[in-house]
């Protein structure tokens, strides 16, 4: 089924339920979709788990949900930052919960879900603090800790262009974590710069298959400069 | 190369950089690691990777070449080169575990003889933690290297013989490349390639781990 367009970030979140597992796009700034987490606090959804590589950033996005107090639970690889001052205040309080994972054991986690993969064996954090208590393994003579499958709700992510069949195409680094997350989320809700025409796109080029995208919603990047609206395949 | 004085980090970084072998895929980790790119030679053809999805990674960005979309695992604007390459955070934590990259470069606050890595925690108690791609890179590449200052502020050495800090990966370190010397990590203990600044009896008598010497 061809995905929904929906004309504003609001509509494209609209009955997010309380309690939800929402996974985020973007590493930093970039990737993240900004407008679609402006429009989860305009809201109101709150005792939400994050997925999302980082904490938030400053007074903006995933920092003022955190802020707002509307996420009980944030899983991610690093959330202290320079500029991570919202998110410190919530953990240093005890207001909200944080599971901490390794980055590419948290990208495995993610793409195991949406590929049917319940768990697997990683070498990434044998032997450390965020291993304990899990089943470990040695194949081959090489040691192994057992990490699930990270599944979602709702995934907001952000593209560079969509067609009308919900294939999406990014933008450099700002790639990172759109592709799987669009992958494990009941619901994944692109927003992208521009929605084009079926048949725009090289379907060569196209990096996530519009079979995994539910909702678009077309947002303006006034922020990127034309010269750089170039499509990255 | 023994030297009389100790190595500035810039050295430290040139040594290293000598040391990768043309035609490698490299990480470059965050702080003084990342040093190590400004002494690379083109002639070397390496290919670094960014964890955050892109191999041929240029210098970093300035000016008109700033685009929030084109940036480092410090989230510093950088440039690609030509032939450059953009994958999703699978594919690049993938090819980092899946050991395709032939060298990683990480600062540590310490290691121990048997090549086990401390850099992601202090450990204190009231410390928020992060850890980022630190575990991942530790054990992924074929061989990790580590840039670090020999002593603490207090005159501690951080080559021990067992982790004070919790640990980021075992037995994942094969070189250790300090201001005071550069020491070789393997199966049969820790040699020292070369002293800078410092006898070998100096470092034997700071360093609490047995260090053997490789003949020239």
């Keep these: 089924m061809a995905p929904r367009i929906v004309s504003s970030p609001a509509e494209a979140v609209a009955g997010l339920a309380d309690g939800s597992t929402v996974m985020i796009g973007g590493f930093g700034n970039a990737g993240q979709p900004m407008e679609l987490i402006d429009a989860l606090l305009q809201g109101g959804a709150s005792g939400l788990t994050v997925v999302n590589n980082n904490a938030g950033q400053a007074d903006e996005g995933l920092a003022l949900l955190i802020k707002e107090r509307r996420v009980a639970k944030i899983v991610c690889s690093f959330p202290r930052q320079s500029d991570s001052w919202h998110f410190d205040a919530a953990y240093r309080a005890g207001e909200i919960e944080l599971e901490l994972v390794p980055q590419g054991n948290l990208a495995e986690r993610i793409r195991a879900a949406g590929a049917g993969i319940g768990a697997f064996f990683t070498p990434t954090g044998y032997g450390t603090q965020l291993a304990q208590g899990k089943e470990t393994r040695t194949i081959d003579g090489v040691n192994y800790v057992l990490e699930h499958a990270l599944k979602a709700d709702v995934a907001l992510i952000k593209a560079l262009h969509a067609d009308e069949k919900g294939n999406l195409v990014y933008r450099k680094t700002a790639r990172n974590f759109g592709p799987i997350m669009a992958t494990a989320a009941a619901r994944t809700i692109a927003q992208v710069q521009e929605i084009l025409p079926v048949g725009s796109l090289d379907p060569e080029h196209v990096v996530t298959p519009g079979i995994f995208v539910d909702t678009l919603v077309r947002v303006d990047a006034a922020a990127t400069p034309v010269s750089q609206q170039k499509e990255s395949a | ?216």
Excluded at chain 2, 38 to 66: F, K, R, S, W, Y
Excluded at chain 2, 145 to 153: D, I, N, Y
Aim: glycine fraction near 12%; aromatic fraction near 6%.
């Design chain 2, 1 to 216: 190369m023994n030297s009389a004085a100790p190595l500035t980090k810039h050295q430290i970084a040139a040594l290293v950089a000598a040391d990768i072998e043309a035609g490698s895929f490299v990480n470059l980790g965050i702080g003084q690691p990342t040093l190590v790119a400004d002494h690379l030679t083109p002639e070397q053809d390496v290919t670094l990777h960014t964890e955050n999805g892109m191999l041929g990674m240029g210098p970093a960005a300035h000016g008109d070449e700033v685009d929030p979309d084109l940036i480092n695992a410090g989230k510093i604007p950088v440039t690609e080169l030509p032939g450059a390459a953009y994958f999703h955070h699978a594919d690049s934590f993938g090819m980092m575990r899946g050991g395709h990259l032939d060298v990683c470069v990480l600062g540590a606050f310490q290691v121990s003889a048997a090549g086990d890595l401390a850099n992601w925690s202090t450990g204190a108690p009231d410390a928020i933690p992060a850890v980022g791609g630190a575990m991942d890179l530790a054990i992924g590449a074929k061989q990790t290297w580590v840039m670090m200052s020999l002593f603490t502020k207090d005159g501690a050495s951080k080559l021990v013989e067992t982790l004070a800090y919790p640990v980021t990966g075992l037995g994942c370190v094969t070189r250790v490349y300090t201001e005071s010397a550069v020491f070789l990590l393997g199966p049969g203990g820790v040699s020292v390639r070369s002293t800078h600044g410092i006898t070998l009896e100096e470092l034997r008598a700071r360093v609490p781990v047995a260090l053997a010497t490789i003949e020239a």
